[in-house]
């Protein structure tokens, strides 16, 4: 039988790197993401998906100017959900990742650090999930997998 269990649904967010293996050893090694999938192909990363132990997942993939979907490296910030930025925070730390702000709370509820990854993107880690959703059934959107091909 067929294998028809899918990640969530949402934004996956997608980062080309000079060094995609570096970046993927960075993203699971230091800061926690695990390897999903991983396609290579001529000695380039064509397709990685990373998973977030706490829901989500970010893509990473080589640097080459000649993609229709070629960017430069470096400029993205990614805002990931944890119940625990004080341990992710010391963890990363002392791993010597480059902390672009130490641990704070803010007016808005959330407990949040934020680092610089290898590539130069930014990551903030925090407790914020967004602002609540509307209480009515009605204004919820759809995010059930049924059917998902």
Same mark, same amino acid.
């Given at each position: 039988m067929e294998n028809r269990h899918y990640p969530p649904a949402g934004v996956w967010p997608g980062l080309q790197s000079r060094d995609a293996r570096g970046l993927i050893r960075f993203l699971t090694g230091t800061v926690g993401f695990s390897t999903h999938a991983l396609y290579?192909?001529?000695?380039?990363?064509?397709?990685?998906?990373?998973? /977030?132990?706490e829901g989500g997942l970010v893509l990473v &993939? &080589?640097? &080459?100017?000649?993609?229709? /979907?070629? +960017?430069?490296?470096?400029?993205?910030?990614?805002?990931?959900?944890?119940?625990?930025?004080?341990?992710?925070y010391h963890s990363v730390s002392a791993a010597g990742a480059q902390?672009?702000?130490?641990?704070?709370?803010?007016?808005?509820?959330? +407990?949040?650090f934020g680092l610089r990854d290898p590539d130069g993107n930014l990551w903030g880690f925090s407790?914020?999930?967004?602002?609540?959703?509307?209480?009515?059934?009605?204004?919820?959107?759809?995010? &059930?997998?049924?059917?998902?091909?």
């Open positions: 290579e192909e001529g000695g380039a990363v064509v397709h990685s998906e990373l998973l /977030w132990p &993939s &080589s640097y &080459s100017e000649a993609s229709l /979907w070629a +960017r430069e490296p470096g400029g993205a910030q990614l805002n990931v959900y944890t119940r625990d930025p004080d341990a992710l902390i672009i702000q130490e641990l704070t709370d803010t007016d808005y509820g959330a +407990r949040l407790t914020y999930r967004g602002h609540p959703l509307p209480a009515s059934a009605e204004e919820f959107q759809d995010v &059930s997998f049924e059917g998902h091909a």
